[in-house]
Each structure stands twice: as C-alpha cells, then as structure tokens.
C-alpha cells in the first residue's frame, strides 16, 4: 500500500498538459459561443456551445484522477466510494451547468437558479465530506481533496520563498 506522501505525489505527477487543453477548449467554447451569438444571434446555441466546451474537459479530467484513486487502494469498498464520489462530481458539474443554460433559456427566473443551486452545492459539500469521511475509515492513507489543495499551496509557497530569498 502506497503512504499518503506517495499518493499526493502520483496525483500531482498527472499530466500538466491537461490544465492547458482545458484551458484552451473553455477558451475554444467561449470564443465559439460568443462568435455564434454576435453573428448568427443564435444565444441558446451559443450558450450550449460554450456549455458543452467546457463541461467535456472537465469531466475527463475528474475522471482521470478517478482513475488514479482506484489505484491506490485494492478494497472492494475503497473503489466503490472512490467512483461515487467521481460520479457525483461529474454529475454536479453537469447539473450546475444544466441550471445555468436553463435560466439563460429562460425555464426559470433567476431566483429558482439561485436556489437550486445554493441547494446543489451545499449538498455536494455534505456528500463530499461525508464520503471523505467513509474514506478516512476504511483507508487512513486516503487523499483527500483538501490535502491535495494546501499541499499545492505550501509547494508553491516554498517554491516562492526559495526563488525570492536568493
């Protein structure tokens, strides 16, 4: 079984070109979307444009470090947590853009939007933290999402207290 030290270096050893294509293809879905919407005032299509641009990429790299935790742990269910909380972020990240194209389509008024999602976020929180929670006691090595952030801080942190005390 791999230490946590181990598993936060194989999650940040994923590929960085992966950053870059997202990147470029958010950039890709908002200068096609606003290209459509300024030529052919088309807003629906150029709302889905940007939507789906943006979405794809996102998707696929949550589902890519999905990937990686299922490496780390062989429990049967390790990988079945591991999954669902790949799943629901997948979902989540769908469900807010679902919302946003709803209100820009005019289905609902911007208070049901906000709403629904004030209630989407927070119950991604809740499920987050309480599959963290399972996590941590069937794997006491597990990474979680938190972990993975504050060590990129202090990595870079120090990166920049070495660049600049010299």
Known sequence: MMTRE????????????????LLWAAAAGLGVGWWIYANASLQLLAVFSFLIMTAVPFSVVTWQKTRTLLTFNEH?????????KGVIVIA??????????G???GFFALSVFSGLSATLIVGML???TWLDYRLLRIDHE???DSLIS???RERLKRSWDKKYSD
């Open 6 to 21: 181990e598993r936060i270096e194989q999650l940040q050893k994923r590929p960085k070109k992966g950053a870059f294509n």
């Open 103 to 105: 209100h820009v389509s």
């Open 76 to 84: 049967r269910s390790y990988q079945r947590l591991i999954r669902a």
């Open 142 to 144: 597990h990474v979680a």
């Open 150 to 152: 504050f060590t990129k």
């Open 92 to 101: 989540m990240l769908w469900g807010m853009l679902g919302l946003m194209f």
């Open 126 to 128: 809740v499920v987050e």
